[in-house]
C-alpha cells in the first residue's frame, strides 16, 4: 500500500497534473516547435555559409589563391582597381575598451584597391578614443548632440565631411573586427545591384534566429548621395529625435519598400570584455529593448509594437516549458523513490513523455546551432588567413543552453521596463523619448557606469599608448568563453 503523501509531494503532484492540462500541453508542444524552428533557420543560414566556404575552396583548387578576397582573380588585375569607387568609413567612437584597437587595426587595413578615407568620430577631445592617432585616419570631433543619439550625431558628421567623390559610405560600428576583403566584398554586390538601399552584416558571438530587417547591425553599406541629398528622409529622420541608426534606417527601408541586403561573407569576429558583469550584460539588454520605443511613423511604431508583442510571447514561450519541464522531473522523481499507488501517479508518465519530447526538441535545436557556429568560424578563419585562428574550444555548450534561457525570460522584463520608463542610458547619456524620437538629453559622470557595452568600453580617464598599434596583442579569445552571465544572445536576434 502507498505511504501517505506528504504536503510537499501532493503540492508537487498538484502542480505536475497541471502541466499535463490541455493549455499547458499547448505550451510545451509550442517550445518544442520554436525549439525546430529556430533549428531549421540556423541550418538554412548553415547551408548558405557552407556554399560559401565551398566557393572559396573551388576557386583555390582553380589557381585562385586569392579567393578570399574576390571570385574573379582577374578582378585584382591593375585596370579593374583603378574603376573602383571612392569609399568612406564612418565610425562613431564612444569610449576606448580592450578590444578596440584590434579592432581598429582590422578596420584600416582592408585590402580594398579603390579610393578609401576612414573618418573616426568622437563627441570631443576629452574622449579616450581621441588620443589614438598613430593610424591612417581622420579624426572628427563630432561635439554633442542636441536633437539625436550621440551615436547617430557622430554618424550624421562623419558623413558631411567625408570626400566629395565618395559613392559609398560604410558605417562601422567599433566592436567589429573586419576581414581583408569585406569592403571589395560589398562594393562588388553594391555595384551588381544598384538597387540595393543598405547591406549589413553581423557579428559571430553566437548563432541567433531572425527577425528579416529589424535587427541589430554590426555594419551597413549605404549610397553616400542617400545622405547627400536626403534621398527618403534618411538625414532628416536620423537627425530630428533619432535614438537608433538600425530601427531607423530600417523603417525608412520598409516604408519605401527599399532593398536590405547581407552577403554571406558579412560575418566578423566579435570580441567581448574578458571582466563582464551582470549589471552590464543587463544595461545592454535595455539597449537592445529600448529601440523598439523609437518610431518615425505610424506604420514603424505599428510594426515595433508587433515585434514588441512577439518577441516577448516567443521568448516567454521558449522558457515556459523548460520550467515545467523541471517539475515533471521533480515529481518523477519524488514517485520513484517512494511506493505511490498507481492511482496518485497516474500523471508520472504523461510528464515524462513530454519532457523527452522537449528534450529531443532541444538537442536538434543545440545540434544546429553548433553546425552553424562551427562552419561561421571556418568561413571567418578563410575571409581572415592572416589572422590568428578562432577556434569553438572556447564554447561551453552547457552554459550557453543556460544563457539562453536566462536571456530569453530577461527579454520581456527588459522591454516592459523599456516601455513604462522611456528613458535608457546609453555610455554615461540619458536619453528619453516622447513620441518615438528623443526628447531630452542627460549627461554627466554621474550618469551610469564607467563602462559600456559589452566590449567593456572605458568611457572616461583613459590614455591610449601610440605604439599599441604597432604590435601590442590583446587577448585571442573571442568572448565567448561562456560564464553564465557573460553574453546571453537571443535566439530570436540577428
Known sequence: MGETVSAFD??????????????????????????????????????????????????????????????????????NQAKLPRVSVVMPLKGFGEHNLHNWRSQVTSLYGGPLEFLFVVESTEDPAYHADDVDIK??????????????????????????????VLFLDDDVRLHPGTIGALVA?????????????????????????????????????????????????????????????????GNHKRLITSPPVAVFPHPLASDL??????????????????????VNWVMNRALFSSHCYLSWGFVAPYLMAIIHIAAALRVASKEYSPEETTFASGGLLLVSSLAICTIVELLSMWNLTRIE????????????????????????????????????????????????????????????????IDRGKDIGSNYTDLGGKHLYDVMISNDSFKGKTFGRSLGLAWSSWDYMPNPLWH
Open 139 to 168: 579624426i572628427v570631433v563630432a561635439d554633442l548632440s542636441t536633437t539625436c543619439s550621440q551615436k547617430v550625431h557622430n554618424q550624421l558628421v562623419g558623413v558631411d565631411r567625408m570626400h566629395k567623390d565618395s559613392k559609398y
Open 377 to 440: 568560424v571556418q568561413l571567418c578563419n578563410m575571409l581572415s588567413p592572416e589572422a590568428s585562428p578562432l577556434s569553438l574550444a572556447s564554447y561551453n555548450w552547457g552554459l550557453v543552453f543556460i544563457a539562453l534561457l536566462v536571456d530569453n525570460f530577461l527579454y520581456p522584463v527588459s522591454a516592459f521596463r523599456s516601455h513604462l520608463t522611456q528613458s535608457i542610458n546609453w555610455s554615461g547619456i540619458r536619453y528619453h523619448l516622447k513620441d518615438g524620437k528623443i526628447s531630452k
Open 277 to 298: 558583469s551582470f549589471s552590464r550584460y543587463w544595461n545592454y539588454l535595455r539597449k537592445q529593448t529600448f529601440v523598439l520605443e523609437s518610431y518615425i511613423s505610424k
Open 10 to 79: 501532493s503540492y508537487l503532484f498538484s502542480a505536475s497534473r497541471a502541466c499535463c492540462s490541455p493549455l499547458a500541453i499547448f505550451i510545451q508542444i509550442q517550445g518544442c516547435v520554436i525549439c525546430l524552428t529556430l533549428a531549421l533557420g540556423w541550418a538554412l543560414a548553415a547551408y548558405v555559409r557552407n556554399r560559401e566556404i565551398k566557393r572559396i575552396k573551388d576557386n583555390m583548387k582553380g589557381g585562385n589563391s586569392f579567393a578570399f578576397l574576390y571570385h574573379d582573380i582577374n578582378d585584382l588585375e591593375h585596370s
Open 189 to 253: 554586390e553594391m555595384e551588381k545591384n544598384p538597387e540595393i538601399f543598405i547591406q549589413t552584416g553581423y557579428p559571430l558571438d553566437l548563432p541567433s534566429g531572425s527577425l528579416g530587417s529589424y535587427c541589430i547591425y554590426e555594419y551597413h553599406m549605404m549610397h553616400a548621395d542617400d545622405f547627400r541629398n536626403d534621398n527618403y528622409g534618411v538625414v532628416s529622420g536620423l537627425r530630428d529625435g533619432g535614438y537608433s541608426d538600425d530601427m531607423t534606417l530600417a523603417a525608412i527601408a
